[in-house]
């Protein structure tokens, strides 16, 4: 059975940084592209970043390049994001995804098979 579970969410203030984290199991997480997307309240899914198998290449939506790092540890199991700079924007619940075939890097939820239950993050002073 696949599962994704992330943690690390919280409330942080802005300019200030989190790191959230997503533990895989039930399949081959080392042979699979591997995204994130967030949702905002009362917003559709939006995509945030996506990392290639074994980690050498990364995408990153306009909205958090520069503040945002995807990275992976195959050895683990687990998919982090590194979210710095925080801006009130970003308040959403952060999910990561595991896409229907192995080297599709997947930027909307059709590309999708299995999301996990999601992290908040609320960014507030």
């Known amino acids: 059975e696949v599962q994704l579970v992330e943690s690390g969410g919280g409330l942080v203030q802005p300019g200030g940084s989190l790191r959230v984290s997503c533990a895989a199991s039930?399949?081959?997480?080392?042979?699979?592209?591997m995204t994130w997307v967030r949702q905002a309240p009362g917003k559709g899914l939006e995509w945030v970043s996506s990392?290639?198998?074994?980690?050498?290449?990364?995408y990153y939506a306009d909205s958090v390049k520069g503040r945002f790092t995807i990275s992976r540890d195959d050895a683990k199991n687990t998919l982090y994001l590194q979210l710095n700079n925080l801006k009130p924007e970003d308040t959403a619940m952060y999910f990561c995804?595991?896409?229907?075939?192995?080297?599709?890097?997947?930027?909307?939820?059709?590309?999708?098979?299995?999301r996990g239950q999601g992290t908040q993050v609320t960014v507030s002073s």
């Open positions: 995804a595991k896409p229907k075939s192995p080297l599709l890097v997947a930027r909307s939820e059709a590309g999708f098979d299995y």
């Open positions: 990392i290639t198998r074994g980690g050498s290449t990364t």
């Open positions: 039930g399949f081959t997480f080392g042979s699979y592209h």
